[in-house]
Structure formats: C-alpha cells, structure tokens
C-alpha cells in the first residue's frame, strides 16, 4: 500500500515562497514519475508539474514556469514544490501524485494512481 503525505503548506504575502514536501511510504517510491496537482475553491483539479524518476526530466503547467520547480530525493522518498513569486491564484489544496509510469510524465490525473490528502497555500494579495 502506497501512502503519500504533503506537507509545508500555510499562508503567505504574495511574492512570497513556499517549499512544499510530498513523503511516500513503500519501498518503490524511486520507480515512478511524481505530479503535483491543486484544486481551487470551485474549480476542477489542475496539474502543477511532475517528475520522472530520476529526476531527469521535468514538466509545468505554463502558469508556474520559472517560479516552480519540482525535485525530489529518492533516498529520503520524498518529492518536493519550491513555489517562488507566490500570486493569489495560486492559492488551493496542492496534493502530490504517484504516476503509473516510470518515464513517462504529463498533465493527465488519470495517469496518477495514488493521492495525498493535500495541504492548504492561502497567499494573500
């Protein structure tokens, strides 16, 4: 059984940054791509970024480029969103996803078969 936890989440001054974690349980946390997602009060869920593996290559949605960046620690099992220039849109329950694949990294939410809880980013105008 996978379980993923984020964590980091908490309000914050526009402009400002958050660092947001994302920890897996289970022994195979190293063979799959990662995603971030958030959803909005009234709005659908919408994909953030991801990652594949490895950590090798990497996917935004337009919005955060050049102010996210996703990584993460496969050691530690243990993805992470650096979030910088934070904007008020950006305020929603950001949750973390494990993908189907190991290579293979995109926006779709039914690529990813296991969900954190999520964790609430207010930012503030």
């Known amino acids: 059984q996978v379980q993923l936890v984020e964590s980091g989440g908490g309000l914050v001054q526009a402009g400002g940054s958050l660092r947001l974690s994302c920890a897996a349980s289970?022994?195979?946390?190293?063979?799959?791509?990662m995603g971030w997602f958030r959803q909005a009060p009234e709005k659908e869920r919408e994909f953030v970024a991801a990652?594949?593996?490895?950590?090798?290559?990497?996917y935004y949605t337009n919005s955060v480029k050049g102010r996210f960046t996703i990584s993460r620690d496969n050691a530690k099992n243990t993805v992470y969103l650096q979030m910088n220039s934070l904007k008020p849109e950006d305020t929603a329950v950001y949750y973390c996803?494990?993908?189907?694949?190991?290579?293979?990294?995109?926006?779709?939410?039914?690529?990813?078969?296991?969900w954190g809880q999520g964790t609430q980013v207010t930012v503030s105008s």
């Open positions: 289970g022994r195979t946390f190293s063979a799959y791509a």
């Open positions: 990652i594949t593996w490895n950590g090798d290559n990497t």
């Open positions: 996803a494990r993908s189907k694949y190991s290579n293979r990294i995109d926006d779709k939410s039914g690529n990813y078969n296991y």
